[in-house]
C-alpha cells in the first residue's frame, strides 16, 4: 500500500490524553499561550494540512465541545499512552475507509505547517508507511517525536494485540514495523517544542514573541 499523495485526504488526530502531571494536573492544551488555548493553535497549523480531525482524550468529552471536532478515547483500560490514543484514531479513520493517520501532541503550538507532506513524502515505497518525525541532535543524530507520526490504519489489530500484551512504548512498537524518520531542520523555534511545565509556558511566550 503506497501512501496517498493527496495529503487533504489524510485525517490528523490531537493527542490529548496525557495526564498533565508537571502542569498539576488538567488539560494543557487549554492553557492560554499569547491569548489563544494551545490547543487552538495546534488546530490551526494542522488543519490546513489534514481532511478530518478528532481528539484522542479520555474523560467527560463535553469539554471540548466548542472545537467542533469528534473526541476519540481510548479502547484499552488504564492509562496506556500515545499507542492508546494512535489505536483510537486508527480505528475512527477505518471507519472513514482512511488508510492512514497523521498524529500530534496537544501541547506543541510551533509545529511544523508542512508535517503532512513531508511524513508523507518519507514514506514513499513502503507497503504499509510507518513514518515518525525527527530533528537533528547533536548527540544522537536524530531525534525522533514519537507522537508526531504517520500511521498504516492496517496495522491497528497488530497494535491492538500489542496493547493487550503490555507494550506502551511508541519506538519500539514503531521499529517492530520498520520506522522511517522524516528529519525537519531547526531554524529558531523548535517546531516540536512541547510544553510540560509552567516554564515552558512562559518560555514558549517568549518564543511566540519573537524573544526566542
Do not use: C, Y
Not at 536524530?142 to 500489542?162: C, E, N, S, Y
Amino acid at each position: 500500500m503506497a501512501p496517498t499523495t493527496d495529503t487533504d485526504a489524510l485525517p490528523g488526530v490531537i493527542l490529548a490524553g496525557g495526564r498533565a502531571q508537571r502542569m498539576g494536573g488538567g488539560d494543557k492544551g487549554r492553557l492560554i499561550l499569547g491569548g489563544q488555548p494551545i490547543l487552538a493553535r495546534v488546530i490551526d497549523r494542522l488543519g490546513p494540512q489534514v481532511g478530518a480531525m478528532a481528539i484522542n482524550a479520555n474523560g467527560d468529552p463535553a469539554r471540548f465541545d466548542d472545537l467542533g471536532l469528534p473526541v476519540l478515547p481510548d479502547s484499552v483500560g488504564g492509562f496506556a499512552g500515545p499507542l492508546a490514543g494512535i489505536l483510537a484514531g486508527m480505528d475512527w479513520a477505518a471507519e472513514q475507509g482512511a488508510r492512514a493517520i497523521v498524529t500530534v501532541a496537544a501541547d506543541t503550538p510551533f509545529l511544523p505547517r508542512d508535517l503532512v507532506a513531508r511524513l508523507v513524502r518519507a514514506g514513499q515505497g513502503m507497503a504499509q508507511p510507518l513514518v515518525l518525525a525527527a530533528t537533528p541532535d547533536a548527540a544522537q543524530g536524530t531525534l525522533r517525536h514519537p507522537t508526531f507520526g504517520l500511521w498504516p490504519v492496517a496495522l491497528r489489530d497488530d497494535l491492538r494485540a500489542a496493547l493487550g500484551a503490555g507494550t506502551r512504548k511508541v519506538m519500539q512498537w514503531a521499529d517492530a514495523h520498520g520506522a522511517r524518520a522524516a528529519v525537519f531542520p531547526v531554524t529558531g523555534v523548535d517546531p516540536f517544542f512541547n510544553i510540560n511545565t509552567p516554564q515552558d509556558l512562559a518560555r514558549a511566550e517568549i518564543l511566540l514573541s519573537g524573544g526566542g
